[in-house]
């Protein structure tokens, strides 16, 4: 069975979402002169969005930077965002630059031509120069901290949010997991025995910081308080109890 429909409200834009998976990936897989490298922290990334890459002298990717024509896409660069918390299917997105290489110093300097951003939600082509416009996500940095530590230590806090998703949604549920947050909502992975889906919880307006997230998310804790319990759940809890 395949995933389920997702939901997505008060998401953030396709270029900002680029820009965060970019800043919070660790790790990235070059293609470059029908090779590929997988390298682990040895980029950075600027303001307009170009990756600063550290490279052995005997990489290929030094080669390519030298050899291409400027100007002409020579390399593929591509990230995964992982969820911090372990959930069933834990890519969030993918994004993809293609582009060319040019020498700075010691380093590679990577300027993309084309983006492509991939989230269940669907791909996108984003626009380079909204690309290079657009800032990560306030939270982005924090943001593996925040949903382990919600996961591990309130997993009570978790269930009550569950009032504020349809009950049609929860049907068949035997998990519920933070998969992702940013400053405009929180995003919960519903995992059933064979399928999963996901359904997001906006924020009432945008989080600027960590101290604005945990007004909002005190807010959402809020209406769920005055919600009532979802069958799915009641009838989930009641099974297990037997």
Do not use: K, N, Y
């Not at 994004?95 to 031509?113: I, M, N, Q, S």
């Not at 549920?173 to 995992?191: F, K, N, S, Y």
């Not at 809020?222 to 109890?241: E, N």
């Amino acid at each position: 069975m395949g995933d389920d429909s997702h939901s997505w409200t008060a998401a953030p834009a396709a270029a900002e979402r680029a820009r965060s998976v970019l800043a919070a990936a660790w790790s990235c897989s070059v293609t470059a002169e029908g090779t590929r490298e997988e390298l682990a922290g040895a980029h950075t990334v600027t303001e307009d969005g170009r990756v600063l890459v550290d490279v052995p002298e005997d990489s290929a990717l030094a080669a390519a930077a030298i050899c291409a024509p400027r100007g002409e896409p020579s390399a593929v660069l591509e990230f995964a965002d992982v969820a911090p918390v372990p959930v069933r299917d834990r890519i969030r997105a993918r994004l993809w630059l293609a582009g060319w290489f040019a020498a700075r110093g010691e380093r590679l300097a990577f300027t993309p031509t084309r983006v492509v951003l991939r989230q269940p939600s669907g791909t996108v082509v984003v626009d380079p120069g909204e690309f290079a416009a657009a800032v990560p996500d306030p939270l982005t940095t924090a943001e593996s901290r925040l949903l382990t530590h919600l996961a591990d230590c309130h997993a009570d806090a978790v269930e009550r949010l569950t009032r504020l998703v349809d009950s049609g949604s929860l049907h068949g549920a035997v998990r519920v997991r933070p998969l992702a947050v940013d400053r405009h909502g929180l995003t919960l992975r519903i995992e059933r025995a064979r399928a999963h889906g996901d359904v997001r919880l906006a924020f009432h307006t945008p989080a600027d910081d960590i101290a604005q997230l945990t007004e909002r998310m005190h807010a959402l804790l809020g209406q769920a308080a005055a919600a009532s319990c979802p069958r799915a759940l009641q009838r989930q809890r009641t099974d297990g109890d037997r």
